[in-house]
């Protein structure tokens, strides 16, 4: 059963929804090379609200996750696309299905 996830927030700035909706889907590619992330999902919560959340067995995999290129990718163009800083949360799997 995975234990550990991420969940984040994400805020556009205005004229940048769409950069930041398609960064989304297309991070997706980059989550599926991550061994340790077992879940996935990039969501929009209104119409510059965004969001990921994911899951991980162990802690070194959510670590590993904060570390890679998804991160890495989003925060070099956060100054441009995001109207504040993102809300990453390390948050505990207390069930699942």
Partial sequence: ??????????QAKEG????????????????????KTVDWF???????TFGIFDTFNQDDG??????????SH???????LLKTQPSIKKIDILGSK
């Fill in 1 to 10: 059963m995975v234990t550990k996830g991420l969940l984040a927030t994400v």
């Fill in 16 to 35: 940048k929804e769409k950069d930041v909706e398609d960064f989304l889907k297309s991070a997706v590619d980059l989550a599926k090379k991550e061994d």
């Fill in 42 to 48: 990039a969501f929009k919560i209104d119409s510059n």
């Fill in 62 to 71: 959510r670590e590993a996750h904060l570390n890679g290129e998804i991160a």
């Fill in 74 to 80: 989003l925060m070099a163009n956060a100054d441009t």
